[in-house]
C-alpha cells in the first residue's frame, strides 16, 4: 500500500490541530483516564425512556472497567442508561484468550448475547458472518461518524455490514527513556543494534524487552511485523498467496522467523516469555524491570494510568520496529490495522436496542471522543477534531508515526486465513519461541493447515 491511507484523514486533521493547539507532554494532565466520566457528552438516544424495561446483554474483552478502555466502554454504558432509564445493561468481561474461548461456547449455543465484542479480521469474523450469528447494520447510518478509510472492510461482508471498528492498532515498543538516558543507550536504527541493545540491558541486571507469549498471537505479530519491515508494501498480498497456496517458500518468511529466533537465542525477551501473559508483561516494564515493552497503541494509556509510578509514566516513549538488514521497510513502514470492535449478534433478544446503544457509543463525541482526550487508545474514527493540546507525548508520537505511514501492513499473519489457520500459527508461535520446533518445521507447519 503505497499511498499514506491513514495520513490522508490524519495528517491535517490531527497533526496541524496538535501543532495548533500547542502544549506539550509537561503540561499533559496526569489523571485523564480517572477524569473520563467527566468528558461525556449527553446526546438524544431516541429511545423510549418511559417504554418497557429492556436488559442488554454484553460480552466484553474489556475485564478491567477501572481504567483504559474498559473505563471508557462503562462510561458510555453508564451514560446510556441515565439517558434511558427503561435499559439495563449487564456485563460479562473476559480476557482476550478466555473470551474468545467462552465466544466460541456462545456461538454454538442457542443464546448469544445482545452485543458482542468482535475482531474484524478473517481468522476470527469470517466464518461468523458466514455462519450468520451477526446483525446486519446500516452503512447509512454512520455517514457522518468519520471511520478512517478502509477501517470497516474487515467488518464486511459481500458489500454488508456486520460490525464497527474500535481502534487503529499500531504494533511498537514502549521504551523508558530515563532508563535509556541513565545508562547512554540509544534508541535502536536497525534490528542488529536492538538485539545488540537487548544484551547490554541484560549485562545491566535488567529484562530487555517484555513480551506476553503466553496469549500467542503476539509472536506471530513480531515475526509479521519484521515481515513487514523486510518486504514493505508487498508483503500482504505476498502473505495472502502464501497461505492460499499452502507455499511458503518465499524468502522474506524463513529470514523473518529466523530473526525472531535469533532474538530468542540471544535473550531479548525475558526468562519465561513464552508462557508469561499480558498482564504479567506489562507489569515487568511498568514496575521498571524491563526497559522495553512490545505490543500496541492500545497500552498508550499506560501514560495516565495513576496506579503506574510518575518515574515510570513520565518516560515512557514509543519506536517502531527496526529494519533488518537489506529490508525495504523504514521509518514510514509501519504494522497496523483495524482490529477489535463490536458487533450485534442476529439472535439478540433486545436487537434494536442494542443497534441503538452501539450506535449511541460510536458517535464520534462518544468512544472517540473520550478515548482519544484521555490518552487510552487512537480509534478508528478521525480523533482530530477533539486535539487538546494536552496529548501525552506518546499520543504525539503514535499519531505523528501513522500520519508519515507510506506502508501499513493490515492484518498480521495468523489473522489473514481461516480459525485453523490462526490456532495453527498461534500453537506453532508459541513452540518456535521455546525452541520445540526450528524455522523450517514452523514454516511447513503453517503449508500444511487445510492441505
Known amino acids: 500500500m503505497k499511498k499514506k491511507i491513514l495520513s490522508l484523514l490524519l495528517a491535517a486533521a490531527m497533526v496541524a490541530s496538535l501543532t495548533a493547539c500547542g502544549g506539550s507532554a509537561d503540561n499533559a494532565n496526569s489523571d485523564q483516564t480517572a477524569n473520563v466520566p467527566a468528558q461525556e457528552e449527553s446526546a438524544p438516544t431516541n429511545s423510549d425512556a418511559a417504554g418497557e424495561p429492556v436488559t442488554l446483554k454484553v460480552f466484553s474483552n474489556l475485564p478491567d472497567r477501572t481504567s483504559g478502555q474498559g473505563l471508557v466502554e462503562q462510561t458510555l454504558f453508564d451514560a446510556y442508561m441515565d439517558e434511558n432509564p427503561n435499559v439495563t445493561i449487564e456485563v ?33 469474523l469470517d466464518e461468523v458472518m458466514e455462519a450468520g450469528l451477526l446483525a446486519e447494520l446500516n452503512p447509512d447510518d454512520y455517514a457522518d461518524y468519520n471511520f478512517l478509510p478502509g477501517s470497516l472492510d474487515g467488518f464486511s461482508k459481500d458489500g454488508r455490514l456486520y460490525g464497527l471498528s474500535r481502534n487503529t492498532d499500531v504494533m511498537c515498543f514502549y521504551y523508558n527513556q530515563k532508563i535509556f538516558e541513565d545508562n547512554g543507550w540509544e534508541v535502536p536504527q536497525t534490528y542488529e543494534e536492538l538485539l545488540d541493545l537487548g544484551e547490554k540491558v541484560r549485562a545491566a541486571g535488567l529484562q530487555p524487552v517484555s513480551m506476553f507469549g503466553g496469549d500467542k498471537w503476539s509472536l506471530y505479530i513480531y515475526i509479521h511485523d519484521i515481515e513487514e519491515q523486510l518486504d ?62 512490545y505490543t500496541g497503541s492500545w497500552e498508550m494509556s499506560m501514560v495516565t494510568d495513576q496506579d503506574i509510578p510518575d518515574e515510570i509514566r513520565e518516560n515512557i516513549r514509543v519506536f517502531l520496529m527496526p529494519v533488518p538488514e537489506g529490508g525495504k521497510g523504514d521509518a514510514t ?6 482490529g477489535g470492535g463490536y458487533a450485534v449478534t442476529e439472535s439478540a433478544a ?102
Open 92 to 124: 460479562e468481561a473476559l480476557d482476550d484468550e478466555a473470551y474468545k474461548t467462552k465466544f466460541k461456547a456462545y456461538a454454538s449455543g442457542s443464546q448469544m448475547p445482545d452485543l458482542v465484542n468482535v475482531w474484524g479480521q478473517p481468522g476470527f
Open 232 to 293: 514493505g508494501s508487498g508483503i500482504m498480498a505476498k502473505t495472502s498467496n502464501a497461505i492460499k497456496n499452502h507455499d511458503f517458500s518465499d524468502p522474506t518468511f524463513k529470514q523473518a522467523t529466523e530473526l525472531f529466533v535469533e532474538a530468542v537465542d540471544r535473550g531479548l525477551f525475558q526468562n519465561g516469555f513464552e508462557s508469561n501473559d499480558g498482564g504479567t508483561a506489562k507489569n515487568l516494564f511498568t514496575n521498571g524491570q524491563a526497559a522495553m515493552y
Open 333 to 338: 513502514t509501519i504494522t497496523a490495522w483495524h
Open 350 to 451: 433486545n436487537k434494536e436496542e442494542a443497534i441503538k446503544l452501539l450506535n449511541y457509543m460510536f458517535r464520534p463525541e462518544g468512544w472517540t471522543k473520550i478515548a482519544w482526550e484521555n490518552g487510552v487508545c487512537m480509534s478508528a474514527q478521525n480523533f482530530g477534531d477533539f486535539a487538546t493540546g494536552s496529548e501525552t507525548e506518546v499520543q504525539k508520537q503514535l499519531m505523528q508515526l501513522v500520519a508519515d505511514a507510506t506502508d501499513l501492513s493490515g492484518t498480521p499473519l495468523g489473522d489473514l486465513g481461516s480459525s485453523e489457520f490462526k490456532t495453527i500459527c498461534e500453537d506453532k508461535s508459541q513452540e518456535l519461541a521455546a525452541g520445540k520446533i526450528s524455522a523450517d518445521d514452523y514454516l511447513r507447519a503453517l503449508e500444511a493447515v487445510g492441505q
